[in-house]
Nanobody, 122 residues
Framework: QLVESGGGLVQAGGSLKLSCLVSGRPLWSRPMAMGWFRQAPGKEREIVAGIRRRSGDSDYADSVKGRFTISKDFAKNAVYLQMNNLKPEDTAVYSC???????????????WGQGTQVTVSS
């Protein structure tokens, strides 16, 4: 089970840190791809950032490179998304995803959180 938190309303240029708490399986017990997606009203879901399952390397959408950082904390069994220099176009519902078979998360990944709203005002 994945549970997100940390969303909210922030002014442009501000920061937020999203958390995804993983329950039911320690992250260290079996490699899993983890990632964050977002979906804005009227738009398709898009991947924002991901951690690859075996290599642990991180990938970012071009639109967030240099502003967002994804990280994983084995001790807390959680994945985070630090978002800096937020822009109004970052406004969306952000969802955490996990995949224990594929190297990267995708819209077809089996595990999803409920999502958390991020709203950036101009």
């Amino acid at each position: 089970q994945l549970v997100e938190s940390g969303g909210g309303l922030v002014q442009a240029g501000g920061s937020l840190k999203l958390s995804c708490l993983v329950s039911g399986r320690p992250l260290w017990s079996r490699p899993m791809a983890m990632g964050w997606f977002r979906q804005a009203p009227g738009k398709e879901r898009e991947i924002v950032a991901g951690i690859r399952r075996r290599s642990g390397d991180s990938d970012y959408a071009d639109s967030v490179k240099g502003r967002f950082t994804i990280s994983k904390d084995f001790a807390k069994n959680a994945v985070y998304l630090q978002m800096n220099n937020l822009k109004p176009e970052d406004t969306a519902v952000y969802s955490c995803s996990a995949d224990d078979l594929q190297e990267r998360v995708s819209p077809l990944s089996p595990y999803w959180g409920q999502g958390t709203q991020v709203t950036v005002s101009s």
